[in-house]
């Protein structure tokens, strides 16, 4: 499970990368023009990690903005820099300002991919705590 707490909009998602899905596939016919150029412009062995970190980081920007999949999966994409940058791309049909979105992508674990879309002038500092599980459990009279 993942949870943020903050005082601004933010967005998350995580996937399971090893699901048996012709990523390739849907990233020719979903995602936005430069991302699938940069996608096909890789070594065959590196396509699907990059897909799932387009994936992600498209999937928070969608949830931190409210609109879910309606925003359009090609009306938005990500470049992804070696220096660890994330810049946001957009068509004239949203209304938005990239320089306004901090992004991450990481792995938290093998085989999964996680990333996080965060409106704030601030720079982007997740903190990861392990959780205990549940102990009680008390019913709630609301």
Do not use: H
């Amino acid at each position: 499970m993942v949870l943020a707490v903050a005082n601004f909009p933010v967005g998350i998602d995580i996937e399971f990368t090893q699901r048996k899905n012709n990523v390739l596939a849907i990233a020719r016919n979903y995602f936005f023009g430069r991302e699938v150029e940069q996608l096909f412009s890789l070594p065959f062995d590196q396509q699907r990690e990059r897909f799932f970190d387009y994936w992600t980081l498209k999937e928070a920007y969608m949830k931190a903005r409210g609109e879910g999949i309606a925003l359009g999966l090609s009306n938005f994409g990500f470049q992804l820099c070696d220096s660890g940058r994330i810049s946001l791309y957009l068509s004239s049909s949203i209304d938005d300002t990239p320089a306004d979105w901090k992004f991450s992508c990481l792995t938290p674990e093998l085989d999964y991919r996680l990333s996080i879309a965060a409106k704030t002038p601030a720079d982007l500092r997740p903190i990861f705590q392990e959780v205990i599980p549940l102990v009680s459990l008390t019913d709630l009279a609301w």
